[in-house]
């Protein structure tokens, strides 16, 4: 693996504009974004179902996904594929109403000595590519640190999977993982004009935590985007959304916490502008927060290319 930190450029234009809305629900629990039926849609990991963005209208939960973790979403010609991790193994469910859904079944298996967290997924041009996040031995969870793996880097390593169908996946040499070198968690893979483009989480010093974007085209060449962070921890993680409807109290409790944390982005485009969700908190050391909005008055390839120009 090798990273291209600082490319040679004779003129950049200036970071993408991302502006951040505020909270729009009262729980950390990760949500991912999707088009269905051309509705922006979110499932968030602790309700297990599908919601409109926008109305908030919710649909029946995966019945048998409890035990799993980690949902992501991955929609195609109005069909909705969830997968979600747990110990080694990626499980998929299948709707094609919200409503009712395929029984989990396992689709990829790493070795033992891996524990799985988010997935991400996208379609290129030869398929589909899995962004797979697993851990390794870390001070900090005691109770993990029966099954050291050489490939895994500082408690968190991203690692791809391959597919033609969604179904059967081919997990891609440990080799081409990213990044053995730094905390790197929640992972967001999306694909344009050949690159693959990737927002993870990376710690700073002192315990803060923001998104960085990368891009590469083989899974061992990484540039690294040029504004990095996309964003930091502010005092716009603790505000509502306008039209959020969250307690007086919920809101006052806000300010008792540190929020060190914008952690799991997805995005998506819709009506011409990309939606950004992203958890803030301080990775539950006194709060798990909550999720926030941010958006980019532009299309989502827009947006991923103005990150390396």
């Keep these: 693996m090798r990273e291209i930190i600082f490319p040679s450029v004779t003129e950049i234009k200036g970071p993408p504009v991302i502006r951040k809305n505020g909270i729009i629900t009262d729980h950390g629990d990760e949500m991912s974004l999707f088009l269905y039926k051309g509705q922006l849609m979110y499932m968030d990991a602790g309700h297990l179902r599908c919601t409109d963005y926008f109305t908030g209208k919710a649909h029946a939960p995966i019945p048998d996904a409890k035990g799993t973790y980690y949902l992501s979403v991955f929609c195609e010609n109005d069909t909705v594929y969830a997968f979600a991790s747990r110990e080694n193994c990626i499980f ?146 603790l505000m509502p959304k306008p039209g959020a409807v969250l307690s007086p109290e919920y809101l006052a409790d806000n ?27 301080n990775q539950g050391a006194t709060w798990g927060g909550q999720n926030c909005e941010a958006v980019y008055d532009g299309s989502l390839e827009d947006f991923l290319k103005a990150n390396f120009t």
């Design 92 to 237: 998929r469910f299948v709707t094609r109403d919200l409503d009712h859904w395929t029984e989990g079944q396992v689709v990829c298996r790493f070795p033992e000595n891996f524990e799985l967290f988010n997935t991400s997924v996208c379609k290129d041009a030869e398929g589909y590519m899995m962004a797979v996040e697993a851990g390794g031995a870390d001070d900090r969870f005691p109770d993990r640190n029966d099954r050291p793996n050489p490939y895994i880097g500082r408690r968190f390593t991203e690692f791809f999977a391959r597919s033609q169908d969604l179904e059967t996946w081919t997990v891609l040499p440990f080799e081409k993982s990213y990044t053995m070198l730094r905390y790197n968690a929640c992972p967001a893979l999306r694909y344009c004009d050949g690159y693959y483009y990737m927002i993870c989480l990376e710690e700073l010093p002192l315990r803060r935590y923001a998104p960085y974007i990368y891009r590469t085209k083989d899974f061992e060449i990484w540039e690294i985007g040029f504004y990095n962070p996309l964003f930091v921890p502010g005092r716009e993680d």
């Design 255 to 281: 300010f008792r916490h540190l929020n060190t944390n914008n952690s799991d982005v997805d995005l998506c485009e819709y009506n011409g502008k990309t939606y950004i969700v992203y958890c803030s908190g």
